[in-house]
């Protein structure tokens, strides 16, 4: 039979194990401390809480294989994934216009110029989700030089090109993002 103090360390232990596969919580979501995207495994960069006004749309939560602290750490990386997690409903013509609408405010109208193309081929992918439902998960991996859209778990589509993922990237991570708290919460700040 084990002593008390070797039970509650084994406890703590089980515990503390338990607890590390959960790395946060933002907005009631739960994030994984870990991921497997494209065969490897990234770790939770940061997360935080995207906003419309007074409203919570989504926990961003970035992942990467090894923690950095700026977008030129971050672009320098790959596989890599931004995650959504929705808090509320929103319709895919909402949503994909919020992103088309970050990658302007954030990109040069060449570097928008140039990834054209790829931002039709996210329009229509995003609105093949439909309505974005609260609990939805929305994920955006960079692998193998292309960006896959997933929903839910399920594979939506891939869009070729590191120019384009760039330019999703800096939504987020530009010098002038789209919300700057939302920035240093998946920096890790």
């Given amino acids: ?10 406890a703590i232990a089980s515990l503390a194990i338990a607890a590390s596969a959960l790395a946060a919580e933002v907005g009631g979501v739960k994030l994984d401390e870990r991921v497997s995207v494209g065969g490897k495994e990234l770790v939770l960069n940061g997360a935080g809480i995207r906003t419309r006004v007074v409203f919570k749309v989504y ?19 790959s596989p890599r994934r931004v995650q959504m997690n929705m808090l509320r409903d929103v ?5 994909v ?32 989700i439909g309505e974005a439902k609260t ?20 594979a939506i589509g891939a869009i070729a090109g590191a120019p384009f993922n760039d330019a999703l990237m800096k939504i987020w991570l530009a010098d002038k993002p789209v919300q700057a708290d939302l920035k240093k919460a998946m920096l890790g700040g």
Avoid: I
Wanted: aromatic share 4%; glycine share 10%; no cysteine.
């Fill in 135 to 154: 609990g939805d998960v929305v994920t955006l991996d960079f692998v193998d030089g292309e960006t896959r859209l997933g929903h839910n778990g399920k």
């Fill in 59 to 77: 926990v961003a939560s970035l992942y990467l294989p090894a923690k950095a602290g700026d977008l030129a750490g971050t672009l320098a990386q």
């Fill in 91 to 95: 319709g895919a013509a909402d949503l």
């Fill in 97 to 128: 216009g919020a992103l088309v609408d970050g990658m302007k405010a954030t990109s040069t109208p060449q570097a928008m110029e140039a990834v054209k193309p790829q931002t039709d081929q996210l329009v229509s992918l995003m609105k093949s």
């Fill in 1 to 10: 039979m084990r002593s008390k103090p070797t039970r509650w360390a084994l």
